[in-house]
């Protein structure tokens, strides 16, 4: 049996190439990966310009007690240039983001003066006072964003503040997507007596693409070795990575090990976790292969742990892992050593530090434990049972929070 950690390490080297890059607008670069890093091909902002709406004076007439008289010359708006130059004694009326006059040095903002006709009286400020400075966010030149970069609402703004509308990014990697089981019905149909509606798939597909992957729906398959056969070559054929789940124990129906390592290959089965044991990791044609096991819980775990980092390394993303953060045991935990352990958890500010406590009952199956927790506990293989106030690792699940 293969460590958590081998295998992850296993699953990264087996992917050697990232997938191509496309050109798409920025409005829907959002989530997508950078392929291109970008550069600034101008200084942002381009000009000096005011931060504020008020009065720009040339630092040579700001008082250095009392007060002092300005003529007040012009009225700029923002987008509107003055041209010519601030004499002494003068003062423009500017508004925010309007450039700053030749001469200018300093903003008043136009709360602390007072306006009388065409003068305006100044006390002491410091000299370059509400100027914004050309290229203070971002300089010519400057790299901003890197390749492999997962694009946020900020890096898209500021994409479109240098005056680009599209971006290279990273294909989305194809991912075929199969439940097994004779038992599995599709949502919506009548259940027949002993079937069980196919949880697997909607949950898996739903964490591909919160991982930027595309999802290819191949729908279920029954426990039969020539249909299973025949659905995972045509599955191969038109992905990157093919994911099935259930059918990868020891039971006489669990057939997905016996066909992959007869029409593809397998890398490695058999991870020392709790949830998750089973999982068969392997290649089929030139696509990657997981076969997740069927139990709810153990498949969306597994998925994390194997698939979300093959597939982030194959779409070009430069993070690969998510991080842990220590967190206070609420209650005791049960821990077995020898094996990593994944509980659902439920962690929480207390006042002095984050606690965790467990969802309640653990069983693989256990869909809705995925439900209340809003983290993984996750307890080294090193460990044994954890007791109330020790300090655990948990990884915060992405997205949404529920409430
Ligand atoms: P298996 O490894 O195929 O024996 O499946 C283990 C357990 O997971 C069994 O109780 C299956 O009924 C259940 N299971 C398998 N596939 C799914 C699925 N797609 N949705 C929900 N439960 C499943
Ligand atoms: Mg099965």
Redesign the pocket.
């Known amino acids: 049996m293969i460590s958590v950690a081998d295998g992850q390490n296993h699953v990264l080297q087996s992917i050697a190439t990232v997938t191509p890059s496309e050109i798409v607008p920025l409005r829907a670069a959002l989530g997508r990966v950078l392929a291109d890093e970008v550069r600034a091909p101008f200084d942002v902002p381009p000009a000096d310009n005011s931060a504020v709406d008020g009065y720009a004076v040339a630092d040579a007439d700001i008082p250095a007690e009392n007060s002092r008289d300005l003529r007040v010359v012009a009225d700029l708006a923002a987008g509107a240039v003055f041209d010519g130059a601030l004499a002494r004694g003068q003062a423009i009326h500017i508004m925010t983001g309007a450039p700053l006059p030749a001469g200018a040095g300093t903003v008043y903002p136009q709360e602390i003066v007072q306006r009388d006709g065409d003068r305006v009286r100044i006390g002491s400020l410091a000299p370059g006072a509400n100027v914004r400075c050309r290229g203070e966010d971002v300089a010519s030149g400057a790299r901003i964003i890197a390749a492999g970069t997962v694009l946020r609402p900020q890096e898209l703004g500021l994409a479109a503040s240098l005056g680009l509308c599209q971006l290279a990014v990273h294909a989305r990697p194809r991912v075929a997507l199969l439940?097994?089981?004779d038992?599995?019905a599709e949502p919506g149909t009548t259940r027949k007596p002993g079937q069980?509606?196919?949880?697997?798939?909607f949950a898996l597909s739903a964490s591909v693409e919160q991982c930027g992957g595309a999802v290819i729906d191949l729908g279920?398959v029954p426990?039969r070795r020539d249909e299973l056969r025949a659905r995972l070559l045509e599955a191969a054929d038109m992905a990157d990575l093919v994911i099935t789940?259930?059918?990868?124990?020891v039971?006489v129906?669990?057939l997905v090990k016996d066909v992959l390592e007869e029409i593809g290959g397998i890398d490695f089965w058999q991870v020392a976790m709790q949830p998750g044991r089973?999982l068969a990791v392997g290649h089929l044609g030139r696509a990657h292969f997981f076969g997740l096991?069927?139990?709810?819980v153990?498949?969306m775990l597994t998925f994390l742990l194997f698939v979300r980092p093959a597939l982030y390394k194959m779409s070009g993303r430069t993070r690969l892992s998510s991080d842990l953060y220590p967190a206070r045991a609420a209650e005791a935990m049960q821990k077995k050593p020898g094996r990593r352990e994944f509980k659902r958890g439920v962690l929480a500010w207390c006042g002095d530090g984050f606690e965790v406590r467990t969802t309640g009952p653990q069983g693989?199956?256990i869909?809705s434990s995925m439900v209340a927790g809003n983290c993984l506990v996750v307890i080294e293989e090193e460990r044994g049972d954890v007791k109330a106030g020790e300090y655990v690792l948990v990884e915060p699940f992405a997205g949404p929070w529920p409430g």
Request: without cysteine; aromatic residues 6%.
């Open positions: 439940s097994t089981g038992e599995v069980i509606y196919d949880a697997n798939r279920i426990d789940s259930g059918g990868v124990s039971g129906y669990d089973p096991p069927g139990n709810p153990a498949s693989s199956g869909l």
